[in-house]
């Protein structure tokens, strides 16, 4: 197959190379990343300025954009190939319930999927970050269970990894995404003339986090696979508001 590797913490990071390198075994890897860290950059895209594409040393595309820019150039004329596939990650850090809609992994493969193609992000529990093989290697079996078995075309699947040796993964568990509490405040701090300035603070912690959720899964060293789609639309609320209208 012909895999278009992506991620948002930039080529240089550990793990688009843990990516690239297992899915190098058997297929044609093409890597366009950010030539920075842009974890949290959603799916934005660069329209202000022209974004430039040079080479690393190991033959990745380094592109001075966000992961959204990176796999919109290279399938809309950039490379002079179509993929099978757009694969993004290994993130460094997990995205799972409300993260998926900060996280840049997620919109590498999103923006595969807006374009037409199959797409799977990968991200790794942390705090230590000690087992991307162990991701490496359960992205190489999906994309090959993928092969042989396909999935329904406009499915995204946000997969989650537990940081542990292959051997002690329990196996795979389909879920849905959890949810967190609101974030936690953001941090104030001082510039060196003496103003405030902010840093945004963590995540909220797990809320919605029982059997089902992805952060249930992972925490019982299950490989987590969410579907997503794109449509944000809430169905559920449309009759009461459509009702609601009526009376305005
Ligand atoms: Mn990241």
Partial sequence: MKILVSNDDGVYAPGIAALAEALSENHQVTVVGPDRNCSGASN????????????TPNGYYSVNGTPTDCVHLAITGMLDFEPDIVMSGINEGSNMGDDVIYSGTVAAATE????????????LMGPNFDYYDTAAKVARKLLAHVQKHPIAPDTILNVNIPDVPIHQING???TRLGYRHRAEPAIPTKDPRGRTVYWVGPAGTEEDAGPGTDFHAVRNSFVSITPLQIDLTRYSAMDELNEWIEKI
């Fill in 44 to 55: 934005s895209l660069t329209l202000d300025r022209p974004v430039r594409v040079t080479m």
């Fill in 112 to 123: 595969g999927r807006y374009l037409g193609y199959p797409a799977m992000a990968f991200s």
């Fill in 172 to 174: 795979y568990k389909i």
